[in-house]
């Protein structure tokens, strides 16, 4: 902690740059170091605060800083930033989609996490959620296949046979069928399938061939 400390000044000192990448590399930097310890300046950056404002000698803290901040939650990995996360996903608008986007980003990353099944019950809600922008989205599918747990398979199915779905949806769904279905998983197997042979979007059509692949690599009996 002490050592973290001493780097945490170091980096800290450079959000001050006149220099956004320098800004948003600090950023990130705090969170790739893994130290609880840069929670506090990590969230003033993220919502923007007098505080995180007076860090970046701006009047205003940059969108791609405050996304940068919200993605190092999920490097650090405390159950003290869930709600943090989850709050400004569900206040920030969706023309800061790159906040948003990196905010569930990270909750994706907090597998380990003791607040793992908060984290895919919100998720699992966001996806009923048919005002969000779908590029936004598009990332819930993708944290919920990181965060390994099938419970959220089904919902995630839905989308994917939903008529006139979004192609990045479609895209992301197809990726985390890969990440949590299992060989016993048939209709996710036809489904996938189907959609190699028929789909439309050519994106989504190779997603579904590597998740096929997956789904098959994880066969503890494949001579059956």
């Keep these: 902690p002490e050592h973290a400390q001493l780097v945490i000044q170091q980096i800290t000192a450079v959000l001050g740059s006149n220099y956004q990448s320098a800004q948003q590399s600090a950023a990130l930097s705090l969170g790739v170091l893994g130290s609880p310890d840069a929670i506090p300046t990590l969230y003033e950056l ?11 000698g701006k009047h205003e803290v940059a969108v791609l800083v405050r996304a940068f901040a919200a993605l190092s939650f999920g490097f650090i990995n405390s159950p003290d930033t869930v709600d943090k996360l989850i709050t400004i996903v569900k206040r920030s608008p969706d023309r800061d989609k790159d906040l948003k986007t990196c905010a569930l980003t990270a909750l994706g990353m907090m597998r380990d996490n003791e607040r793992r099944e908060e984290i895919i019950n919100f998720l699992i809600q966001l996806m009923a959620d048919e005002k969000l922008d779908p590029i936004i989205k598009a990332t819930v599918p993708t944290s919920l296949g990181k965060l390994g747990d099938p419970v959220a398979l089904s919902t995630i199915v839905k989308h994917f046979k939903k008529e006139k ?42 997603f579904s061939y590597i998740a096929i692949a997956q789904i098959g690599a994880r066969d503890t009996e494949p001579e059956k």
Excluded: T
């Excluded at 779905?165 to 036809?190: F, H, P, R, T, W």
């Design 165 to 206: 779905q979004d192609n990045y949806i479609l895209q992301s769904c197809a990726i985390a069928m890969g990440l949590l279905a299992n060989i016993e998983d048939k209709e996710v197997i036809d489904l996938l399938m189907k959609y190699i042979k028929d789909g439309k979007n050519d994106q989504a059509r190779h």
């Design 46 to 56: 993220m919502i923007d605060s007098q505080a995180g404002q007076q860090l970046v």
